[in-house]
C-alpha cells in the first residue's frame, strides 16, 4: 500500500471533517426548525429577583459614557442600567456585582473577540427579560445594530478624554476589526485618549440601544427584527460573513497598528 504524506493526510482528514461538520449541522438545522414550529426548540421562560422598570435611554448612555474610564466597555454598560435600577427598583440591583463583568473588556480580556458592549448588553437583558427566546432575539438584534451601524453616534455634552471625528462601520461584533477600522479612519493609535473616547461612545450607543428595546418590552411593543442563527442557516455553523477582514490575505501584521512605542 501506497504510503500517504503528511500533508495528503492533513488535507483528506480536513476534508471528512468538514463534509462530515456539514452533514451534521445540516441535520441539527433541520431538526430544530421542525422543533422550533411546535415548541420554539426549547426556549423557556424563568424567574429572577431583579425587576426592570422604564428608564431614560439618555441618561442610561450618560451614565455608561461617564463610567467607562474606570469599568471600561462590559462593566460601563452594566452599571449604565444598574445604577438607575438601584434608585428606581432596589431589591436585588442593590448589591449587584457590576465590576463582576469587567473582564469582557477587549473583547474577552484584551482578547480582540466579542466587543464587551454586548456582553454587558445581553447580561442586563437576560436578567431583565427573564425569557431566553425573548432574550436571544433582543441581543441579536443588538448585534445587528452595533455591526451595521455607523458609530459612536453618541455624543456627550462635554468630552471627557477626546474630541473624535470619524464614524464608522464594523460590519461584525468583534472588537479588533471594529476598533481598529475606527483607527484607521480616525488616525489614531490604540493606547490613545482618541481610541478610548470612542470606545465610551459606542457604549452609550449599546446601552441606549438595549434600554430602547427593554421599554418597548415592558410596554408589549417589542418586536425582533432579525431572525437569531441565520447564519447557521446560510453556512452550517455558527458563524459570520466577513471572514476574509482577517483571513486570508488580510491578516494585519504586528506594525499595522501604532499601538505600542518601538
Given at each position: 500500500?501506497e504510503e500517504?504524506?503528511?500533508?495528503?493526510v492533513?488535507?483528506?482528514?480536513?476534508?471528512?471533517?468538514?463534509?462530515?461538520?456539514?452533514?451534521?449541522?445540516?441535520t441539527?438545522?433541520?431538526s430544530?426548525v421542525?422543533?422550533?414550529?411546535a415548541d420554539?426548540?426549547?426556549a423557556?421562560a424563568?424567574?429572577?429577583g431583579f425587576?426592570?422598570?422604564k428608564?431614560?435611554?439618555?441618561?442610561v448612555?450618560?451614565?455608561t459614557?461617564?463610567n467607562?474610564?474606570?469599568?471600561?466597555?462590559a462593566?460601563s454598560?452594566v452599571a449604565g442600567?444598574?445604577e438607575?435600577?438601584q434608585?428606581?427598583v432596589g431589591?436585588d440591583?442593590?448589591t449587584?456585582p457590576?465590576?463582576?463583568?469587567?473582564?469582557?473588556h477587549g473583547g474577552?480580556?484584551?482578547w480582540?473577540?466579542l466587543?464587551?458592549?454586548?456582553?454587558g448588553?445581553?447580561t442586563?437583558?437576560?436578567?431583565c427579560?427573564?425569557d431566553t427566546?425573548v432574550?436571544?432575539e433582543?441581543?441579536?438584534d443588538?448585534a445587528f445594530?452595533?455591526s451595521y451601524n455607523?458609530?459612536?453616534?453618541y455624543a456627550p455634552?462635554?468630552?471627557i478624554?477626546a474630541?473624535i471625528?470619524?464614524?464608522t462601520?464594523?460590519?461584525?461584533p468583534i472588537?479588533?476589526i471594529?476598533?481598529?477600522?475606527w483607527?484607521?479612519a480616525?488616525?489614531a493609535?490604540f493606547l490613545s485618549n482618541?481610541?478610548?473616547?470612542?470606545?465610551?461612545?459606542?457604549a452609550a450607543?449599546i446601552?441606549?440601544?438595549?434600554?430602547?428595546m427593554?421599554?418597548?418590552?415592558?410596554?408589549?411593543?417589542?418586536?425582533?427584527k432579525?431572525?437569531p442563527?441565520?447564519?447557521v442557516?446560510?453556512?452550517g455553523?455558527?458563524?459570520?460573513?466577513?471572514c476574509?477582514d482577517?483571513?486570508?490575505q488580510?491578516?494585519?501584521?504586528?506594525?499595522?497598528y501604532?499601538?505600542?512605542?518601538?
Open positions: 500500500m500517504k504524506n503528511e500533508v495528503e492533513g488535507v483528506s482528514r480536513r476534508n471528512f471533517l468538514s463534509g462530515t461538520g456539514k452533514l451534521i449541522a445540516g441539527a438545522i433541520a430544530s421542525l422543533a422550533g414550529q420554539k426548540a426549547g423557556y424563568f424567574k429572577n425587576k426592570y422598570t428608564l431614560d435611554p439618555k441618561e448612555g450618560k451614565i459614557y461617564e467607562y474610564f474606570k469599568r471600561w466597555c462593566s454598560v442600567f444598574v438607575l435600577l434608585k428606581k431589591g440591583w442593590n449587584f457590576i465590576d463582576a463583568m469587567r473582564w469582557a474577552l480580556a484584551g480582540g473577540a466587543c464587551g458592549t454586548l456582553s448588553a445581553g442586563i437583558i437576560g436578567l427579560t427573564s427566546d432574550a436571544e433582543m441581543v441579536n443588538l445594530i452595533y455607523e458609530m459612536p453616534a455634552a462635554k468630552p478624554k474630541s471625528k470619524n464614524m462601520m464594523s460590519s461584525t472588537c479588533h471594529s476598533v481598529g477600522r483607527m484607521k480616525e488616525g493609535a482618541e481610541r478610548a473616547e470612542r470606545c465610551a461612545r459606542v450607543d446601552a441606549m440601544a438595549a434600554c430602547q427593554l421599554n418597548d418590552h415592558v410596554d408589549g411593543k417589542y418586536k425582533a432579525h431572525k442563527l441565520f447564519n442557516a446560510a453556512n455553523i455558527t458563524s459570520q460573513n466577513n476574509m482577517c483571513h486570508g488580510n491578516v494585519p501584521a504586528a506594525d499595522t501604532a499601538t505600542l512605542e518601538k
